[in-house]
């Protein structure tokens, strides 16, 4: 039975009207001597217990999108079939060129929000570099499929989850596409095709999206295989000019140091409360090693660059997460890299999906005006940099439209 699935999430419901409904009609009933009495009834109490705890951490799970399935929960799974040493530039030396082109095949995606707005499919993919064997989803945008559009390609965004995290929280959780779809078609927004991998590729740690030899490729397997997968099965932009990625928490990190790696397959980074140093997530595997931190830091890889990355950051935070990490990578940019910071209010709400969530139509109007796509139509581009925060709802602190002056007045 399924994690995520409905059928786990009755089962446990039912369970939990049962462990209420028992001790109401045997508690006083119950007979023979008073131990076993006594067993019955404290059996009964941990069934409910446990029945509930249950229940509300798969509700939980499942609105934030935390662990896919039980190896994941249970940290039993991987996803690595090899971790060969593919060298600084993370291909091993294959031309990538030359991979012969792969069709996939795509599913219906199941599960909360997978039906909307069009839809999400997914794919297993067999990632021929990284070595890495996992499921990718993928959001078309509505003017993929009209006629008029039938011979354009379009940028790609890649979508990143914290960590833990499923791949599928910025469909279910962040509702990115439902959000997203309407600006789309008004022409507001820029029709991206929204990717997201797998991230969690080994149990029970986070591979900080960096190549491990021996371990895990996490690198190439989403800056190399699956844009290798993505333009091979769709009409997208080449590389650097059509691609972009994102993500929150853990993801933020990885978006922001894979754009500053690799300016040669990205043009932008989008990172929602992230961070810098790879050790403030302690299960990270790149902070595992002095050298591996350092390598997986964009702040220092920023700050040595001979020659400053042409890429476009986002970056948004609160104070103690996320916000000083921006500010230091604003100030260690030097042309052509920009670094646009939103500072998000302490009362906007904590390290959560509430938060995050609001924040992607801010990001994606930013974005289509950095990545040279359709511009705004209602003339609304980055997000204000200062404005009042009198009268403002939780989601408009959320989206950075609270200046640092009066954030304190919310409470």
């Keep these: 039975m399924s ?25 006083s009933r119950l007979r023979g001597p008073r131990v076993l009495r006594a067993a019955a009834r404290i059996m009964m109490l941990l069934f409910a217990q446990t029945t509930a705890v249950s229940l509300v951490f798969v509700l939980v799970n499942n609105a934030n999108n935390l662990y896919d399935t039980w190896d994941d929960l249970l940290g039993t799974g991987t996803h690595v079939q090899q971790a060969a040493d593919l060298g600084p530039d993370g291909t091993g030396g294959i031309a990538l060129n030359r991979l012969p082109k792969v069709t996939q095949k795509f599913t219906q995606a199941q599960g909360p929000a997978m039906h909307a707005a069009g839809g999400v499919r997914v794919t297993q993919l067999q990632g021929r570099v990284s ?3 996992a499921e990718v989803y993928v959001w078309l945008p509505p003017q993929y499929s009209e006629p008029a559009y039938k011979h354009r390609a379009f940028p790609v965004m890649e979508l990143l989850p914290g960590y833990p995290g499923s791949a599928k929280s910025w469909y279910g959780t962040l509702r990115v596409h439902e959000q997203l779809a309407p600006l789309m078609r ?7 095709i929204l990717v997201a991998p797998r991230t969690t590729l080994l149990p029970g740690v986070d591979t900080g999206c960096a190549n491990v030899a021996g371990t895990v490729n996490a690198d190439s397997w989403i800056s190399i295989d699956v844009p290798k997968m993505v333009m091979d099965n769709f009409r997208a932009l080449p590389a650097p000019k059509g691609w972009a990625v994102a993500g929150y928490s853990a993801g933020g990190h990885c978006a922001t140091k894979l754009a500053v790696a690799h300016p040669n397959r990205y043009r932008a980074a989008v990172s929602l409360s992230g961070y810098n140093d790879p050790v403030i997530e302690h299960n990270s595997l790149a902070a595992q090693d002095s050298a591996l931190r350092r390598a997986n830091n964009p702040y220092l890889l920023l700050r040595k660059a001979s020659v400053p990355p042409s890429v476009a950051l986002y970056l948004s935070g609160q104070p103690h997460d996320g916000y000083e990490a921006a500010m230091a990578l604003r100030q260690e940019a030097k042309a052509p890299t920009t670094v646009h910071v939103v500072y998000i209010p302490s009362n906007a709400g904590g390290h959560t999906m509430e938060l995050w969530r609001p924040q992607v139509v801010p990001a994606f109007r930013w974005l289509t005006t950095q990545m040279g796509q359709r511009a705004v139509v209602d003339g609304k581009g980055a997000t204000p940099h200062a404005p009042s925060t009198d009268g403002s709802r939780r ?14 007045r919310k409470r």
């Design 3 to 27: 994690l995520t699935g409905t059928p786990f999430l009755y089962t446990l419901i039912a369970l939990a009207a049962v462990a209420i409904v028992l001790p109401l009609l045997l508690w």
């Design 395 to 408: 989601a408009e602190l959320a989206s950075g439209s609270a200046s640092r002056a009066t954030a304190g």
């Design 186 to 192: 008004e022409g507001k927004v820029a029709p991206f």
């Design 131 to 133: 070595g890495v064997n």
